[in-house]
């Protein structure tokens, strides 16, 4: 149960477009659909994003996205807003009914 | 609305137990699979265990495996995480979460610090 690779941070300006990866094995994301991003700002509960690589909750803005190719998912964000500023995780289905997550990417609005 | 609320944290000391509670509201829980999540002080997501909705499957990772056992009571909407053999590295808020399309809502969260 290793934890997937993420960037431990990213910048970008209001506006601009950021994207986060999330890279794991076979076993895990490249395996199955059931890949799904957090947001989570200081002190708080984390806030699902994206599920099923790329479907988003009601009430997830549309400039939240999400895409996988092989063993490696991504989350993008377009037209940057202050409030996106947060912690970011990946999570990942890895068979035998156990999830893994990954180390975390903080994002930083310029 | 979801609603789900964790209690049941607090200080105990190296090879103590504690349980921890969810209170769940706003859906039909036994329908749902249910997850404990943490989050050591400073660091990132950890996924601890989960459950199946009618309490028949669960599993864990592999760090807390032998020493955490996790349950539910349907009629009361309420799953527990009982931990015993606490380590110094348990240490966490330790999250529930409804498992449905993701992990779709978390609780707030409950502190366990594991200290002498």
């Known amino acids: 149960q290793s934890a997937l690779t993420q960037p431990r941070s990213v910048s970008g300006s209001p506006g601009q477009s950021v994207t986060i990866s999330c890279t794991g094995t076979s076993s895990d994301v490249g395996g199955y659909i059931y890949v799904s991003w957090y947001q989570q700002h200081p002190g708080k509960a984390p806030k699902l994003m994206i599920y099923?690589?790329?479907k988003r909750p009601s009430g997830v803005p549309v400039r939240f996205s999400g895409s996988k190719s092989g063993n490696t998912a991504s989350l993008s964000i377009s037209g940057l807003q202050a409030e996106d500023e947060a912690d970011y995780y990946c999570?990942?289905?890895?068979?035998?009914?156990?999830?893994?997550f990954g180390g975390g990417t903080k994002l930083t609005v310029l | 609305e979801v609603e789900l609320v964790e209690s049941g944290g607090g200080l105990v000391q190296p090879g103590g137990s504690l349980r921890l509670s969810c209170a769940a509201s706003?859906?039909?829980?036994?329908?749902?699979?249910m997850d404990w999540v943490r989050q050591a002080p400073g660091k990132g997501l950890v996924w601890v265990s989960r459950i199946s909705g009618d309490g028949s499957s669960t599993s864990y990772a592999d760090s807390v495996k032998g020493r955490f056992t996790m349950s539910r009571d349907n009629p009361r909407n309420t799953v527990y995480l009982q931990m015993n053999s606490l380590r110094a590295e348990d240490t966490a808020v330790y999250y529930c979460?409804?498992?449905?399309?993701?992990?779709?809502?978390w609780g707030q969260g409950t502190l366990v610090t594991v200290s002498s």
């Open positions: 999570c990942s289905y890895t068979g035998s009914s156990t999830l893994v």
């Open positions: 979460a409804r498992d449905y399309n993701g992990l779709s809502s």
């Open positions: 706003g859906f039909t829980f036994s329908s749902n699979w």
């Open positions: 099923d690589v790329s």
